[in-house]
């Protein structure tokens, strides 16, 4: 995949900390994590993420935060956009974040 065919992010090396956190501070975000958790990609589509009641400008809003902090990666395909998740760069800078984050979200086990 080339340069072009992503929207602009980070270079791994330039992923800050307390922007990825700030990014991660806010619940729709931390909802968006979540899901893509998994390792696939996402279509923007609010429906398909859980997000339906939203509206498209805000989830649009709240990826482009995620993005520009280094979270997530956009690919660009015509018209679509396909979002996922930095794993691997961030556990590289900063291991074992990712999995706090995933494990703190879950639901409490009763």
Request: net charge neutral; charged share 25%.
């Amino acid at each position: 995949m080339t340069d072009d065919e992503r929207l602009p992010q980070p270079a791994t090396t330039e992923i800050d900390l307390v922007t990825v956190l700030h990014a991660l501070g806010d619940p729709v975000r931390i909802r968006l994590l979540t899901s893509y958790a998994d390792g696939a990609e996402h279509s923007c589509d609010p429906r398909h993420l859980g997000l339906d009641h939203l509206h498209k400008s805000t989830v649009s809003h709240h990826m482009r935060v995620l993005r520009e902090a280094g979270v997530t990666t956009t690919r660009v395909a015509g018209r679509n956009r396909y979002v996922s998740l930095r794993r691997t760069d961030l556990d590289a800078r900063f291991p074992g974040l990712l999995d706090a984050l995933l494990t703190a979200t879950r639901p409490a086990a009763d």
